[in-house]
């Protein structure tokens, strides 16, 4: 069984470029949640997809979007970037269990820095 | 809104030592909880959870009590060892509009040989 994988693990852009993020889930997993780890904070939720939507959002604007394709793998589009989107990128995989919360399985998370 | 508040670090002591990290929350409802450790370089864990109150965690010699009276979470492990060095964060999982997860700021413990 093949854990979280990110893609790629750093990254360097200039403020007001677009970047795409990547995520492959772990095997079996149907749902990816993206988190915005900023140095020496917690993580903060940025959203979520199940089967290929959206579902859930934290108070980000709409310029960072996603996308969740048929193999549940995901992507992180960044718009317009900020020096302020500078984070580790974390990527979650869970599946539902019934009723209840899912248990998160972290990939090793992409180091953005925007200059 | 839901938080979670986490004692602040870094925590320094020697091997073989007591730790508490403490945590508590503020959630409508009945969060389930949770303990994540993070290693230099790595991505978060998940160390332990409970999905519901007076319900134990457990792993690796650490352990926590969901404790809806005092909606806490603490974290502790009676005698810790260098390895144990990482930062721990607190976190709440709270359906409705998907299982969103809250973390705490994290915790960085230092364990001295």
């Known amino acids: 069984e093949t854990g979280v994988t990110q893609s790629p693990t750093h990254l360097i852009k200039t403020r007001g470029q677009q970047v795409t993020l990547r995520c492959s889930s772990q095997?079996?997993?149907?749902?990816v949640s993206w988190y915005q780890q900023a140095l020496g904070q917690g993580p903060q939720f940025i959203f979520q997809?199940?089967?290929?939507?959206?579902?859930g959002r934290g108070n980000f604007p709409p310029r960072f979007s996603g996308l969740q394709f048929p193999n549940y793998s995901s992507e992180l589009n960044v718009n317009a970037l900020e020096l302020d989107d500078s984070a580790l990128y974390l990527c979650?995989?869970?599946?539902?269990?019934?009723?209840?919360?899912?248990?998160?399985?972290f990939g090793p998370g992409t180091r953005l820095l925007v200059l | 809104g839901n938080s979670v508040t986490q004692m602040e670090g870094p925590v320094t002591l020697s091997e073989e030592a007591f730790l508490t990290i403490n945590c508590t929350y503020t959630?409508?409802?009945?969060?389930?909880l949770f303990w994540y450790v993070q290693y230099p370089g790595e991505g978060l864990q998940l160390l332990l959870k409970?999905?519901?109150?007076?319900d134990k965690g457990s792993n690796k010699g650490f352990e926590a009590t969901y404790r809806k009276e005092t909606t806490s979470f603490h974290l502790e492990k009676g005698s810790v060892q260098v390895s144990d060095s990482a930062v721990y964060f607190c976190?709440?999982?709270?359906?409705?509009?998907?299982?969103?997860?809250?973390f705490g700021a994290g915790t960085r413990l230092f364990v001295k040989a």
């Open positions: 095997s079996g997993h149907n749902t």
């Open positions: 997809y199940y089967r290929e939507e959206e579902n």
């Open positions: 976190a709440l999982t709270k359906g409705g509009g998907g299982f969103k997860t809250i």
């Open positions: 409970a999905t519901k109150a007076d």
């Open positions: 979650a995989s869970s599946t539902r269990e019934a009723g209840g919360p899912q248990t998160q399985y």
């Open positions: 959630a409508t409802g009945y969060p389930s």
